[in-house]
């Protein structure tokens, strides 16, 4: 990983921006979480961000996407396990941190790069810039 070489007196104003530019998300996602507790669930702190788990988090990630085993909203990453937030740590995080460069515009931005990606007769997941970025950094 890149050691950051901002000073703190820079990185640390930034950082707050990182986090309120991508508020909007992660209040969707705590939204989520917390209707997923109620349900059962659990959540943690863990490297910047919420982590929720099982309950309605489970069944929501199996009925919505039907197949990831974790999905980030901001500083926010559902899993439908803790066993999933584990092994998807990495890679979420790296979305974590395109949620903090791309604030509002992520959610617009992944959509057009899915759609561009499939009316080129690609795969709208795999192969949208977001996700190879997510991939390669976090196999
Ligand atoms: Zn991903």
Known sequence: MRKNRLPALVRW???ALAIIWASPYTLFGSLVG????CSGGKVRFRDGALEFHGGG???LLAKVTGFASAMTW????LGRTDTALDLCAEHER????????????FG??????SAWMW?????PYRDN???????????
Do not use: D, N, S, T
């Open 13 to 15: 104003p930034l950082k």
């Open 34 to 37: 917390v209707v997923g507790m």
């Open 57 to 59: 988090v489970e069944w």
């Open 74 to 77: 901001g500083h926010v990453i």
């Open 94 to 105: 790296v979305h974590v941190r395109q949620y903090e460069r791309w604030g509002l515009l």
């Open 108 to 113: 617009p931005a992944y959509l057009l790069a």
């Open 119 to 123: 009316a080129r007769g690609k795969r």
């Open 129 to 139: 810039p977001f996700e190879r970025e997510a991939y390669e950094k976090a196999p």
